[in-house]
């Protein structure tokens, strides 16, 4: 019996370290998987609240027009009338809650109307698009178009 034990010492050993592998293994897993991991799938349930838990940080466009019904009137006149007002001036829910705790500073056009104007091949050809370099030729955007309804002479 001795001899036949030390004649496969060195797969017991072998084996040994494996088991010990497999255990560290499923010790890790186990510290690692978040509870209640598997209990709608593949999916963390505690994800949901922690999301939800996050602040809301868009207003959304009624609570803007409610304060700012002369702006919601000029834009509801153009071609930006359906675009929502943060999409131009950013999320703001804090403001719409309290106006006072974050004034939101104006936009610059030359960054904000390039973002959607900006002449490119991927977007659709019905899309008002310019160069901008060349078409403002320097100038600010809202030299010549105002932001809530841009049309010329608007
Ligand atoms: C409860 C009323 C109220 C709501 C809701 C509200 N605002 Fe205002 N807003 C104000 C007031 C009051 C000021 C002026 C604040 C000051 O100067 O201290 C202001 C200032 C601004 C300014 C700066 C104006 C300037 O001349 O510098 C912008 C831009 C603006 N609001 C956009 C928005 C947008 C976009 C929303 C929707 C997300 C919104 N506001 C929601 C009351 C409101
Ligand atoms: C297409 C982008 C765009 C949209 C959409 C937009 N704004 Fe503006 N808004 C601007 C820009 C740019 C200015 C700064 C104009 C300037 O500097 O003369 C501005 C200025 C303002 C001001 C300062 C006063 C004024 O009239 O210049 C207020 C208040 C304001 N916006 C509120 C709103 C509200 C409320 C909405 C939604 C009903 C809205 N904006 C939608 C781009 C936009
Ligand atoms: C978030 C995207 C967005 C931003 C930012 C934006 N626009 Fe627009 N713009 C639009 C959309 C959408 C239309 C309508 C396109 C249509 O109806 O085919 C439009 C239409 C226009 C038109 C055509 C008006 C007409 O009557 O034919 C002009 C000019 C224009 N925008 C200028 C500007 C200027 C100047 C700025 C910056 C103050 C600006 N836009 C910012 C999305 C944007
Ligand atoms: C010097 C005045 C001026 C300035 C500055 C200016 N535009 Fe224009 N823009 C015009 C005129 C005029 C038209 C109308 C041209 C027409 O109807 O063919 C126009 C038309 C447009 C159109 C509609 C194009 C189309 O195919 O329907 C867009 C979009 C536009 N401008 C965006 C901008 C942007 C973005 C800026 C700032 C980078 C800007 N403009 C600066 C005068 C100006």
Known sequence: M??????????LRVVLLLALGVIGFLVV?????????????????????EIRAHPVKFAGRQACEACHSDQADVKSKGKHANLGCEACHGALARHAE????L?????DT???????????????KSFPQVKTAEHSSGLACNTCHKPHDPRIGG
């Open 110 to 124: 030359a960054v904000l109307c390039a973002r959607c104007h900006e002449a490119n091949q991927a977007k659709p």
């Open 103 to 107: 004034v939101p500073k104006l936009p």
């Open 98 to 101: 309290d106006p006072g705790s």
């Open 29 to 49: 897993r186990r510290m690692v998987i978040p509870a209640e991991f598997g209990k709608y799938g593949h999916f963390r349930p505690a994800a949901l609240d």
């Open 2 to 11: 001795k001899d036949f034990l030390r004649s496969i010492e060195h797969l």
